[in-house]
């Protein structure tokens, strides 16, 4: 009989040895349940092939077809990926809605002597829960928001608390984005249902008598779009803003881009991006500082004419009051490790 879990909470304590997806590469590449692996019983062709001859020839031939294509790649995974699990081994298996391939899966991995299980309604009993809690109820428990121009080092400081112990979500990180123009990373960003699934899992472990801290971000981190349970109650967070001159952020970006300022053909396109609000005359100016090697007077001017104005106005849409305001002189490693000191003060006394 199939495992119904009725929390997000349950699928992180499921407490089997490994979690199998054993749908297709793209379905798992565009979202998946925490901490799942996978091994597909049909290739993203193969899926294709067998819906196609299900809905112009029949379900039986359908079915016949994926059954020996499932045995097939059954066979490959036994032979490779799980030629050394033991026979005390217990495996969690699902597909799309708990149906035919991970009942098929698990059948022959029971034949052979793992104690496998299905889960009831597959990955989509699991994202009804994650939309749910993340569309359809308010957000539980106290959250605290790390504010501050672009620059003030917002970032490594959430590293540094979560290092501490404390409960944080990086909302970049998981992303894949540093929240602007020329903030998209390297393999690009996850897919919406990914962002939120990775957003879900902290959530279920979310401890409710202490706060989670979050840096601010708009609405939207590059083309992911926080979730609205989640925005409403970073509207309404106190907020801890951190602060430092502009040539401290400006060398502190300097450090945190290099992997833009190395690519010159990456920064020419995501500077063109700025054309539209600044001009070409402006972004010329850009790239010629650039060219010139002078990172500290290019990262000073795009705060300048750029990113305080922005995150000006994003500033007054917030609702939550200011619990702190914290200055940096410097923003290198003990910089950053006295500001995060202060930051966990202030969240203490919250």
Not at 80 to 95: I, N, Q, T
Not at 218 to 235: D, E, F, N
Not at 287 to 294: E, F, I, N, P, V
Request: proline residues 5%; neutral net charge; charged residues 25%.
């Amino acid at each position: 009989m199939a495992i119904r879990f009725d929390q997000l909470s349950d699928y992180c304590g499921h407490g089997f040895d490994t979690l199998i997806d054993v749908r297709s590469p793209a379905e798992f590449a565009e979202d998946r349940l925490p901490d799942a692996i996978n091994l597909p019983v049909l290739s993203n062709e193969e899926r294709a092939r067998v819906g196609t001859i299900y809905k112009q020839e029949a379900p039986f031939a359908a079915r016949k077809v994926g059954a020996a294509l499932v045995a097939r790649n059954a066979a490959h995974h036994i032979e490779d990926s799980l030629a050394e699990k033991p026979g005390s081994w217990r495996p969690l298996v699902y597909c799309w809605r708990g149906g035919q391939r991970s009942g098929a899966f698990a059948s022959i991995l029971q034949q052979i002597g793992w104690r496998a299980e299905t889960i009831e309604g597959g990955y989509r009993s699991y994202r009804r829960l994650v939309a749910q809690a993340l569309y359809d109820t308010s957000w539980p428990g106290r959250i605290v928001l790390i504010d501050g121009n672009t620059g003030t080092g917002k970032t490594a400081v959430l590293a540094l608390l979560k290092e501490r112990g404390v409960q944080t979500l990086d909302l970049e990180g998981i992303a894949r984005h540093r929240g602007s123009v020329l903030g998209p990373m390297p393999g690009g960003q996850p897919s919406q249902k990914g962002f939120e699934s990775a957003i879900a899992s902290v959530l279920a472990k979310l401890d409710r008598d202490r706060p989670l801290v979050i840096e601010a971000e708009s609405s939207k981190v590059g083309a992911r779009i926080v979730p609205p349970s989640l925005w409403k109650a970073m509207l309404h967070a106190p907020r801890i803003v951190l602060s430092a001159s502009r040539p401290v952020r400006a060398e502190h970006l300097v450090d945190a881009y290099q992997d833009l300022w190395s690519d010159p053909a990456l920064l020419d396109a995501r500077l063109d991006q700025l054309i539209p609000f600044h001009g070409r005359d402006v972004v010329d100016v850009w790239r010629s500082l650039h060219k010139a090697g002078d990172l500290q007077t290019l990262a000073i001017d795009l705060m300048e004419r750029h990113y305080d104005t922005r995150y000006a106005r994003s500033r007054d849409r917030a609702e939550g009051s200011v619990s702190a305001n914290i200055e940096a002189d410097r923003l290198d490693a003990g910089g950053v490790a006295r500001v995060a000191s202060q930051v966990a003060e202030v969240i203490k006394s919250l």
